[in-house]
């Protein structure tokens, strides 16, 4: 369920809840629009974050007592901030170590570096 | 920046729910996103309309309550690996509590039965309805998620009914019958005829259908395992040998003329409403089960009993009757019986008939009839060897009539 302009869907599937994480850890708290504006900010465009994948995944972390939120009303509207939670807090380690280790094994096995990786 | 007004915010609301967002939290959230986009991404001028349409496009791919359906999907397996482990960690438990109630009944072992119960109901209400929530998430063919689930459904009724079997609940025969004849004559032809035409998965359900029809016919012809036509064949002969005995021994007594010889002897007194209390009760559960009149209850032979493993109407009318006919009211006439014989022969006399020992709960109509002949002969014969003691001394000793 992404746009990506650069890179295939199936390439980064599974990592929306990292990069969210991520964001929100360094933002400290955010709302769905800013999150999508960050990521395609901070990729320069090459990323860009759907909707339709954002919002379901927010409401899931949201139950799983991974984000907690924060209500702002702006006339009839209401805006939703999502901040991370301690559990949020340790899961975004969790999250980044895994992935990394799964880049350098990716690296490894598809010979994109020379050296062995130790995970 | 444009500004969006509060009826062109009433706008979107109402229009996401009208298509489909019927989550408040999603609703508002997606609210605030359009919101965003239409003030920062669009141009003032534009007509509102076309803009929140466009942008709206870019937040589905076939219409937007697929977003909804996404959300709740997430809400709903948050616990899919929580889920799969519970199945796991049910599953050997089940195993292992039913194998080991199993070993237990085997050898008589106490705490069988309950083993047993919680091995079933761990199987037929955690294993397998989690087994069907996770088929519905993960099978991708939509035949084989319904049929595969109906065969789990059939398997918790199933389990469910052997452990009211074992506890002789009412409508276990109903909950075992009823899974049986489903699984044999719905399932298994289902499951054939959904998966056969698939080559790559074709043998495989040859085989399986046939594994299942053979243990499906196996189970449909244990069900409803009545005592075979031996034991009931046996059963009709003891019967026929008590109640001719009965008639000899009642005719024997006749005989003796006790009622005006020895008019006030407590045992025979005693003796003599036990026996008519027995044969009320007979008479009673007679009628109940023939559904015939007293008259013809009376004269009817026990051996032609239709019904001779009917246990309902014997609990109902005999077990539970707290009349005159009833088993309450026949023990304690049995009891009565028995003060008088211990006082008269003694407390370890044979004519001392084991009441504690007495069981009507749970018993085929034909061995409830056999016990209470039983009981008849016993007290029968009893008074038999009584007054054929009496009568020799009362020849002896005529003026020792009244001393009975």
Redesign the interface.
């Known amino acids: 369920?992404y746009?990506c302009v650069m890179y295939s869907s199936e390439l980064i599937k599974g990592t929306l809840k990292t990069i969210v994480l991520k964001l929100l850890k360094e933002e400290g708290k955010s709302?769905?629009?800013e999150i999508t504006q960050k990521v395609k900010e901070m990729t320069g465009g090459k990323i860009i974050l759907?909707?339709?994948a954002l919002?379901?995944?927010?409401?899931?972390m949201e139950?799983?007592g991974e984000v907690a939120t924060e209500l702002e009303y702006?006339?009839?509207?209401?805006?939703?901030y999502y901040k991370l939670t301690p559990q949020g807090e340790s899961l975004v380690v969790e999250k980044l170590n895994e992935f990394a280790a799964f880049l350098e094994t990716m690296q490894f096995l598809l010979d994109l570096k020379p050296s062995v990786p130790n995970a | 920046m444009r500004n969006l007004s509060e009826s062109q915010i009433e706008f979107i609301l109402t229009d996401l729910e009208q298509k489909g967002i019927t989550l408040e939290e999603l609703r508002t959230n997606l609210l605030d996103h359009i919101c965003c986009l239409l003030e920062n991404e669009m141009p003032e001028e534009g007509d509102f309309k076309e803009q929140y349409a466009e942008i709206l496009q870019r937040f589905y791919q076939k219409e937007l309550v697929e977003l909804q359906i996404e959300t709740e999907q997430l809400l709903t397996f948050k616990n899919f690996y929580a889920m799969k482990n519970t199945l796991k960690i049910t599953g050997i438990l089940s195993a292992l509590l039913s194998l080991m109630g199993a070993l237990m009944k085997s050898f008589h072992l106490p705490g069988a039965g309950i083993t047993l119960v919680l091995g079933g109901l761990l199987f037929s209400l955690v294993f397998l309805p989690l087994l069907i929530i996770l088929k519905f998430r993960d099978e991708a063919n939509p035949t084989d998620k319904w049929v595969l689930s109906l065969g789990f459904t059939i398997g918790i009724f199933a389990i469910l009914g052997i452990i009211f079997k074992l506890f002789s609940w009412p409508y276990a025969n109903i909950l075992m019958g009823g899974s049986t004849v489903a699984f044999v004559f719905g399932y298994v032809p289902l499951y054939f005829i959904s998966r056969v035409r698939r080559p790559e998965i074709r043998f495989n359900t040859t085989v399986n259908s046939v594994l299942m029809m053979a243990c499906g016919c196996m189970l449909f012809s244990l069900y409803n395992l009545n005592p075979n036509k031996g034991i009931i064949e046996n059963q009709k002969a003891s019967q026929e040998y008590l109640s001719e005995s009965i008639e000899s021994f009642q005719e024997a007594n006749t005989q003796y003329n006790w009622e005006s010889e020895i008019p006030n002897s407590p045992y025979l007194a005693s003796a003599a409403n036990a026996l008519r209390s027995i044969d009320n009760c007979k008479i009673n559960l007679v009628m109940a089960l023939e559904s015939i009149s007293e008259q013809e209850a009376r004269s009817f032979n026990l051996v032609n009993l239709s019904k001779p493993t009917e246990i309902n109407i014997v609990h109902k009318q005999f077990v539970l009757n707290t009349d005159s006919v009833g088993a309450q009211y026949l023990l304690q006439q049995l009891v009565a019986y028995n003060q008088h014989s211990s006082s008269l022969f003694g407390p370890n006399s044979e004519k001392i008939i084991p009441v504690d020992h007495l069981k009507f709960e749970g018993i085929h109509a034909a061995t409830v009839f056999q016990q209470l002949s039983q009981l008849q002969w016993h007290i029968l014969s009893s008074m038999n060897s009584y007054l054929m003691h009496a009568s020799a001394e009362m020849k002896n000793n005529p003026e020792q009539k009244d001393a009975h």
Not at chain 1, 55 to 60: I, M, R, W
């Open positions: 369920m746009i709302y769905g629009y759907t909707e339709g919002y379901p995944t927010l409401h899931a139950k799983n702006i006339g009839k509207r209401v805006r939703k």
